[in-house]
């Protein structure tokens, strides 16, 4: 066995354990939920997910998710975009803000939440400023279709910390170079950030999109913490759904959903490849 093929069985056992894991714990499961989504009592067929479109909770859940979803995934990437270009263009007190959303990744979902609900309460901190300013009455903020608001500033809080580092390093990537010879030619900052930042930060805006779409997922945690499992309906979600089956034991509808959740996640990730390919190939 000479050394290269010798380093390669190394490094394969090296890497066996982990792999294992993976395979047991995630690649298993995922595999055995899949079949088992296509099983019913008759045998092989699609009776549960024909059950599963059917059911009024679920479209609830669905319908508030694509909701939730196309609120926040923009509103993810301008906000950690317009922070990002703060920081790195040195405006004053632009890394105080940064190092105020890293502060809020830190501190413990539940311990936020509950200080969101005192901020968003009747009498909280919001409904006060709005008092003030515009007088009238106050505005029940969790509950009914208002409960978007605070769940939404959550979100853009809570999850904006990583992003922003990640668009850090891609400014400070981009030659200096290319803003000098536009600022020569007379480009404003806005056209500068269009055709050269925008561009040149295409994949990392595409990775930062994507992740948006993952923290939808997370943000169950908030959710439960501040409403339980069940919350009202304006935000019951999709993870409150599966959750809800879970403790149920309601296998049928929980591998469904499950399996298109991973059809969904996985269709978005080819089309974000994709779209980052076709914008770098002449």
């Known amino acids: 066995m000479n050394k290269r093929t010798k380093g390669f069985w190394i490094g394969w056992l090296i890497l ?14 995922f595999l055995w939920s899949v079949i088992r989504s296509f099983n019913d009592a008759s045998g092989l067929g699609f009776s549960n ?10 479209q609830v859940a669905v319908l508030n998710t694509l909701l939730f979803t196309c609120l926040t995934v923009p509103l993810h990437v301008v906000l950690a975009m317009a922070v990002a270009l703060s920081v790195h263009n040195a405006i004053r007190g632009s890394i105080w ?33 709005i008092h003030e300013i515009f007088g009238g009455l106050l505005i029940n903020w969790l509950d009914g279709n208002w409960l978007f608001v605070p769940l939404v500033s959550f979100f853009l809080i809570k999850y904006c910390a990583y992003p922003i580092l990640i668009l850090l390093g891609g400014l400070q ?15 404003s900052f806005m056209r500068k950030t269009r055709w050269i930042t925008i561009p040149l930060l295409l994949p990392e805006l595409s990775f930062i999109a994507l992740l948006g779409f993952f923290y939808n997922f997370k943000i169950y945690k908030e959710a439960y913490a501040m409403f339980g499992a069940y919350p009202p309906r304006s935000i019951y979600l999709v993870q409150h759904f599966m959750n809800n089956n879970f403790i149920q034991l309601n296998l049928n509808r929980l591998v469904a959903s499950s399996t298109l959740t991973a059809a969904v996640a996985a269709l978005l990730i080819l089309l974000l490849v994709r779209m980052n390919r076709s914008a770098y190939e002449p």
Do not use: C, K, M, Q
């Not at 024909?50 to 909770?57: D, I, M, P, T, Y």
């Open 16 to 29: 066996l354990p982990h792999l294992g894991g993976v395979v047991v714990f995630y690649l298993y499961p």
């Open 97 to 129: 803000l940064l190092h105020s959303f890293v502060l809020y990744y830190a501190i413990p979902t539940a311990s936020i939440a509950y200080s969101w609900t005192l901020l968003f309460g009747n009498s909280g901190i919001v409904n006060r400023v």
């Open 173 to 187: 990537a981009i030659p200096g170079d290319l803003y000098e010879a536009a600022a020569i030619d007379g480009a």
């Open 49 to 58: 997910y024909s059950e599963l479109f059917h059911n009024a909770a679920f």
